[in-house]
């Protein structure tokens, strides 16, 4: 749910706002790759092209899929993605996989609880690993990565910008800061390349629970 809607003829003086605020180059490089792709959803043929194209990526990644939406229990039940759903659903639980710890690949929902879309509620809370700190912090590298893959497919990235509250201060000097700081923490971990294009790595170190 947008916390904060922006009409659409307001949308590029937010950005050119929002960019504004943001000092290094690379960031704001990715922030107006981003802005390209457009804020419409697909609809009809189009929207399962995408959607074929998010499933043809999580196999690259050997994420196995099964029949059935998220709404039958969870997104990702710890072995399966389910695959009847939006691309921008799909390159989202794809960006789960890649920056999961490798114990918690096998977990429902990644381990960090139920998604939004999970109504098995109870079975996700009882898998959940991560403190919420952690998993505040995990949500909002992988809320970016998968925009980025939508922007790398040819998504309209910027539909899941708006919708995932990147602009929940329209446009602020704290939403430039969160963008950039989760940009580079997915850059430094290699996850973002230097042109700001997503990678194929795959987390391998353990999640450190000992604090």
């Excluded at 194209?53 to 389910?82: C, K, Y």
């Excluded at 996989?97 to 609880?113: K, S, V």
């Amino acid at each position: 749910m947008i916390l904060t809607p922006i009409p659409s003829d307001r949308l590029a003086g937010v950005f050119g706002r929002l960019a504004a605020e943001i000092e290094d180059p690379f960031a704001r490089g990715v922030l107006a790759a981003i802005a390209a792709t457009g804020a419409d959803r697909a609809e009809g043929a189009l929207a399962e092209r995408h959607r074929r194209e998010a499933l043809a990526l999580a196999a690259e990644f050997g994420i196995a899929t099964v029949e059935g939406a998220p709404a039958d229990a969870f997104s990702w039940d710890g072995h399966r993605l389910r695959a009847d759903t939006e691309a921008y659903v799909l390159l989202h639980e794809v960006a789960h996989y890649q920056l999961a710890a490798p114990e918690r690949r096998t977990a429902i929902d990644f381990g960090l609880g139920p998604g939004p879309d999970t109504t098995n509620r109870e079975a996700a809370e009882r898998a959940s690993i991560l403190p919420v700190l952690e998993r505040d912090r995990e949500e909002a590298m992988v809320s970016l990565l998968g925009i980025l893959w939508e922007a790398e497919c040819g998504h309209p990235a910027l539909a899941s910008f708006l919708d995932q509250n990147w602009l929940a201060g329209v446009g602020s000097e704290a939403d430039a800061r969160h963008f950039a700081a989760v940009l580079h923490r997915l850059h430094a971990r290699g996850f973002v390349d230097a042109t700001g294009h997503p990678t194929r790595r795959l987390r391998s170190e353990p999640d450190d629970l000992s604090a």
